[in-house]
C-alpha cells in the first residue's frame, strides 16, 4: 500500500494521493510503501496538480505507482534502485541533498538470525521529505499514521514523524536485548548443575541469537548516526536533531549490552570446559590411586599363584602371611599417598 502525509507548519497533518506528489520530493511530504510497491521504472514527470486518471485502484495502483516513480526520477539512480531491489546489506550512504539508511527490525532477531530481504526498513530523508520502503510494515506505524490524521498527535515537522516512528519500530530492539540477557544469566547459572548438561545446545541457540542481534544493533547505530548528522543534507531541523542523537545514543547502549551478553556467554562455556576438566582429572586421579593401591596386593598374589614348589606352601600359617603381607603394604601405601596429598 502507498500512502503519503503531509505536513504544514500551524496546521494538523493531511492525507493526500500518492498519485499527486509533486514531481520533486519536498512539501514536508513522508511517503510511506511496501517493498513490492516500488515502481520498477520511473514514469514521465507529470505537473503537480495534473488530472489523474480515476480507474484502478486507489492505493497502490499505477496512478499511485507514478507519484512514486516522480520521486525516484529525483533521487540518486542508486538509491532508486537499491529501494526496488535491497541488497541484503546494510546501508548507510549521505547524499549530497538527502540521507538514505536500512535497519533490520526487531522481528529478524527474535527468530534467531535475519534472511536476505527479512523485515528491513528503508529512510529516505532530505529537507522536508521522506520516503520509507519496508518489507514487513511495523504495526505501530498504523496506530502512529491514524494518529496525525486523526489530530491526535502534533504536526511537528515531517522529520519529526520519522523520528517517531523510528522509536516505534525499534522498540523491540529493547525487548529482545532485555530477553536475551535473561536467558543469558539464566543458562550461566544452569552450568554448575552436572545433570544440565544439555545446557550447551542452549547457549549455542543464545550465541546465534546474539549474534543476529548485534548484526542487526550494529548496523542500527551507523544508520541513526547517519540520521543524526542529517542536518548537513538539510534532513533534520537544528531543533530535531537531538532526538534523533538520543535514539542512536539509547541503541548504543544495546549493542554494548548485547556484546556484553556473548562475553557471558563464552565466559560460561570457558567456565564449563574448566570444570569438566577439573572433574575429569579428579576422575582420573581417583582410578590412579585405586590401581596403585591394588598393584602390591596384585603382586602378592601373583608370586604365591605361581605354579612352582614354594616354601610357605607347606607353611600352617602361610595363607594367613599372604593375606597380611596384602593389607600391610595397601596399608602402607595409603599412609603415604595421604601424606603426599594424593588422597
Not at 109 to 128: E, F, P, R, T
Not at 166 to 174: C, H, Q, S
Request: glycine fraction near 8%.
Amino acid at each position: 500500500m502507498i500512502r503519503a502525509l503531509r505536513f504544514q507548519p500551524g496546521r494538523p497533518a493531511e492525507t493526500i494521493p500518492p498519485a499527486r506528489l509533486p514531481a520533486a520530493p519536498g512539501s514536508g511530504i513522508w511517503c510511506d510503501l511496501g517493498r513490492g510497491d516500488v515502481p520498477d521504472a520511473p514514469a514521465p514527470t507529470a505537473p503537480e496538480g495534473a488530472a489523474t486518471p480515476t480507474t484502478g485502484p486507489a492505493q497502490g495502483g499505477a496512478p499511485a505507482a507514478a507519484g512514486v516513480a516522480r520521486w525516484l526520477q529525483a533521487l540518486h539512480p542508486l538509491t532508486a534502485g537499491h529501494l526496488r531491489d535491497p541488497s541484503p546489506h546494510l546501508l548507510a550512504v549521505a547524499q549530497e541533498h538527502y540521507v538514505h539508511v536500512r535497519l533490520r527490525l526487531p522481528e529478524c532477531v527474535a527468530a534467531g538470525g535475519c534472511g536476505s530481504h527479512a523485515a528491513d526498513l528503508d529512510v529516505v530523508m532530505g529537507q522536508g521529505f521522506a520516503l520509507t520502503t519496508h518489507t514487513v510494515a511495523p504495526d505501530a506505524w498504523d496506530e502512529l499514521w491514524e494518529g496525525y490524521t486523526a489530530g491526535r498527535y502534533r504536526a511537528d515537522g515531517v522529520d519529526f514523524a520519522i523520528y517517531q516512528a523510528l522509536v516505534r519500530a525499534t522498540k523491540g530492539y529493547r525487548e529482545t536485548s532485555s530477553e536475551l540477557l535473561a536467558a543469558t544469566e539464566r543458562v550461566v547459572e544452569r552450568l554448575t548443575d552436572k545433570r544440565a548438561r544439555h545446557v550447551l545446545v542452549e547457549i549455542v541457540h543464545l550465541r546465534r541469537r546474539s549474534a543476529a542481534s548485534r548484526n542487526v544493533l550494529a548496523g542500527a547505530v551507523d544508520a541513526l548516526g547517519v540520521l543524526s548528522a542529517g542536518a548537513r543534507a538539510q534532513a533534520l531541523r537544528p531543533s530535531v536533531q537531538p532526538f534523533y542523537q538520543d535514539l542512536r545514543e539509547q541503541t548504543a547502549h544495546l549493542l554494548d549490552a548485547v556484546e556484553e551478553a556473548r562475553g557471558t556467554l563464552a565466559e560460561g562455556v570457558e567456565g564449563y570446559t574448566s570444570v569438566q576438566s577439573t572433574e575429569m582429572n579428579r576422575v582420573m586421579q581417583i582410578f590412579t590411586v585405586v590401581a596403585v593401591l591394588f598393584m602390591p596386593p596384585t603382586l602378592i598374589a601373583s608370586i604365591y599363584g605361581m605354579n612352582f614348589m614354594i616354601p610357605e606352601y607347606h607353611w600352617n600359617w602361610g595363607y594367613a602371611w599372604a593375606l597380611g603381607l596384602m593389607v600391610v603394604t595397601t596399608a602402607v601405601l595409603t599412609a603415604w599417598l595421604r601424606g603426599r596429598n594424593f588422597l
